[in-house]
């Protein structure tokens, strides 16, 4: 496996391979890898030739400078788990390989960048926009892989790459969870032992939620889950949304979506989680 830190290098290397009609797979991440990331990677060794993994803390997606400071950063391990994982290339740029100048391009992708997490962290989205797009320029991978834990960033790369006719293929891949249901992210390895104990109960709502959605109105459920999750002292609910799983608009009636998905946003003390459901 080959470590890249600046452009050149790995695009002249991605170029030669390229050249040999071999297909390119991407995985974007910000380190701090685990299984959900690696269940990524696999996915594209075993579509893709060659699979690319970046490992970039993104500053422009962070609202809240404290959130980027704690955001957790482990180099050394994530290397040795692409490896293992079966990755061909690393690419781990510095902020100043990414923006050489202060990025200033304006995304707009209607309201599925102003609903749920962009209405609650402003400019998120624009700045996962200006490094997607930027990475995908780089990396011009055939496929690209994203989780649906992160499901409004999902809807919002694949409007970017439509909007901007990119020649990538969006391959999304399911949730990986902890065996007691808590969807994998970076950010459980901030939460206390307290919290960490806590935190399952939101996909064991999200779950009941599911099986409860037929036999209740969309508002009775909605009051249900933050009501359920509030009951305990170390979770607060930021937002939960039923929403049409394409448009992302809310719906008021089961009836006005064929796919509809739940999206949450829960604050564990400082750390903020999120996790949704297909209903
Ligand atoms: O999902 C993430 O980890 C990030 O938002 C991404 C896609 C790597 C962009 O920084």
Request: net charge negative; proline share 6%.
């Amino acid at each position: 496996m080959k470590v890249f830190h600046t452009i050149s290098p790995l695009v002249q290397y991605l170029d030669e391979y390229r050249g040999k009609s071999k297909t390119i797979g991407f995985v974007p991440t910000m380190g701090a890898l685990h299984a959900g990331h690696i269940s990524l990677i696999e996915e594209s060794v075993r579509h893709d030739d060659l699979t690319v993994v970046s490992i970039f803390v993104n500053p422009n997606q962070f609202n809240n400078p404290d959130d980027l400071k704690r955001y957790p950063r482990n180099p050394d391990s994530d290397i040795v788990m692409c490896k293992q994982a079966g990755a061909s290339v690393v690419f781990m740029p510095s902020v100043e390989v990414i923006y050489p100048e202060p990025d200033k391009r304006q995304f707009d992708f209607g309201i599925l960048d102003k609903v749920m997490e962009g209405k609650f962290r402003p400019g998120h989205f624009n700045g996962v926009a200006q490094v997607v797009s930027r990475l995908f320029d780089i990396v011009k991978p055939n496929r690209a892989y994203f989780g649906q834990k992160d499901f409004q960033q999902l809807a919002i790369i694949k409007r970017m790459v439509w909007d901007y006719s990119m020649d990538v293929e969006i391959i999304p891949c399911p949730t990986v969870r902890e065996s007691d249901g808590l969807a994998m992210s970076s950010r459980n390895t901030l939460l206390t032992p307290q919290q960490r104990a806590s935190a399952p109960l939101i996909s064991k709502i999200l779950f009941e939620a599911r099986n409860k959605a037929h036999s209740h109105s969309v508002d009775e459920l909605l009051a249900w889950v933050v009501d359920s999750i509030n009951q305990d002292p170390l979770l607060r609910v930021e937002y939960f949304s039923i929403v049409n799983a394409v448009t992302l608009e809310e719906i008021t009636q089961w009836s006005d979506a064929e796919n509809v998905v739940g999206c949450i946003a829960v604050n564990v003390g400082a750390v903020r989680l999120i996790d949704n459901v297909l209903f």
